[in-house]
């Protein structure tokens, strides 16, 4: 059967590229292998966010006291709050497939690989059956990196040793828990775990925690996961694993942790095995698959867009390059930017970021200001955050007076940031961000009060 637009993957690229292909008149077929949502619905962002949630109240339960409201023996019961992640992804799992049977979506559940070109477009095999489409989009997203550590098959093949995938549905919570990892999944899942009732240590190689984000609020966030009581290794490496017992060298010197479970959490990769690419020749370049602006390959009327390009592994890129990709095959112009993505680290407290660093800034050769202010400018904030010492921190352009980025730390950054990618995105100067009117009293003020220090 010949379709307009073949998509390989069902993930949000693939899934919302489907979508929006199909709403601009595409007759399109979709493939997935297991269920549509990928692993951000099914493995990732959804179920994460979800058991996160739940220890928040927890964590808000167990230190009521300190807004005035006690609350005697509070349980946790994790088996409950796994039953009600599974509920979650399912029923969004279910929206996603009756949106896709309403836009008259064509689904087919398998693993797709592209077996070449024929006069009437691209060739692609799922089990026995065979598609072809003038069009593809392929969006096969990224598994987690799985490093050469001696021992580390052994304990998957043990169930010692999880991925994102494992330690979402684990039925019990582990008495001690080795994470390998200091990014953002690691930190998510610390977090989680800690307040779930496990003896949480992240091994990180580098010197600090949180990959990119701005290191004084990365420190931030180090002192508020000490303080709950998980153990970090920096400047360490991981040497090998036997059995429940992980060896770490650092300065020089090996010791050993015994745990019942680790998270191995060192970064994921695009999937680009085993799809046939070469018979069609698209170009590869270290693992992941070459895109322009607007999403097209190397190959005329072939296009990549989420995890699998390599780019921007977040959920929210993929979205927005799957529509890049879509405007662009008919014939609406349009280009993919990621100067104001945000980033987020969903822990209590949150860390949420946009734009430029003060450190990435200058490694640019920007001429740049810093404003830095205490989330308690904010009254909202010192009323929901007994204790909070959560900063935010502006990065301005001094050549065009404008907004570069926006960094913060405490609750609830996650719901601010799209304002200021928002700022960022349009090249809001600062006389005109100074002129908007922010509700009060909310937190988002902060970004206003920051502006006002300049």
């Keep these: ?60 339960t167990r230190f009521s006291d300190k807004y005035g409201v006690t609350a005697k023996e509070v349980e946790y019961d994790h088996a409950k709050v796994i ?37 009437q477009g691209y060739v692609v095999r799922v089990g026995d059956d065979t598609y072809t489409g003038s069009r593809l989009l392929i969006a096969t997203g990224s598994q987690p990196i799985i490093p050469p550590i001696p021992g580390v098959k052994e304990g998957i093949e043990k169930g010692i040793v999880l991925t994102n995938r494992e330690i979402l549905d684990l039925e019990e919570v582990p008495k001690s828990l080795v994470i390998v990892g200091g990014g953002v999944i690691g930190l998510e899942m610390a977090s989680y775990y800690n307040s779930a009732g496990s003896q949480v240590t992240v091994i990180e190689m580098l ?16 002192k508020n996961y000490k303080a709950k009581g998980i153990d970090f290794k920096l400047e360490a490496r991981v040497v090998s694993i036997d059995g429940n017992k992980v060896v770490y060298k650092s300065q020089g010197q090996e010791t050993v942790l015994e745990t019942d479970k680790i998270l191995m959490s060192v970064g994921r990769r695009p999937v680009t095995e085993d ?34 390009n390599g780019k921007s592994l977040l959920a929210h890129t993929a979205y927005r390059e799957a529509e890049v990709c879509v405007n662009n095959m008919v014939g609406r112009r349009d280009i993919m930017r990621y100067n104001a993505i945000p980033s987020v680290i969903y822990t209590n407290p949150e860390v949420a970021s946009v734009g430029e660093t003060e450190e990435t800034a200058k490694k640019k050769g920007l001429d ?87």
């Design 368 to 454: 740049v200001e810093t404003v830095k202010l205490s989330m308690r400018y904010s009254g909202r904030y010192v009323a929901e955050n007994e204790g909070g010492d959560g900063i935010c921190k502006l990065v301005i352009d001094k050549k065009y007076n404008r907004l570069l980025g926006v960094h913060m730390i405490g609750n609830p950054a996650s719901e601010i940031i799209y304002g200021a990618a928002l700022m960022i995105e349009t090249q809001m100067r600062i006389k005109d961000i100074k002129e908007l009117v922010f509700p009060h009293p909310t937190v988002a003020e902060i970004i206003r009060e920051g502006i006002f220090q300049l």
């Design 83 to 119: 039953k009600r992640k599974n509920k979650v992804v399912r029923t969004l799992v279910a929206g996603i497939n009756s949106q896709l049977k309403a836009a008259k979506v064509n689904l087919v559940t398998g693993y797709g690989r592209i077996e070449g070109r024929n006069s």
């Design 207 to 222: 010197d600090h925690i949180g990959g990119e984000t701005d290191r004084e609020i990365s420190q931030i966030l180090l």
């Design 275 to 308: 799809l046939g690419l070469e018979t069609i020749g698209v170009e590869v370049e270290n693992g992941r698959i070459k895109t322009d602006e607007t999403g097209l390959t190397n190959i005329p009327n072939v296009y990549a867009a989420g995890d699998v």
């Design 1 to 60: 059967m010949s379709y307009d637009l073949i998509v390989i993957g069902g993930g949000p690229a693939g899934y919302l590229g489907a979508l929006r292909a199909a709403g601009e008149g595409l007759n399109t077929l979709l493939i997935e292998g297991r269920r549509v949502g990928g692993v951000c619905l099914n493995e990732g962002c959804i179920p994460s966010k979800t058991l996160l949630h739940s220890a928040k109240i927890y964590d808000y």
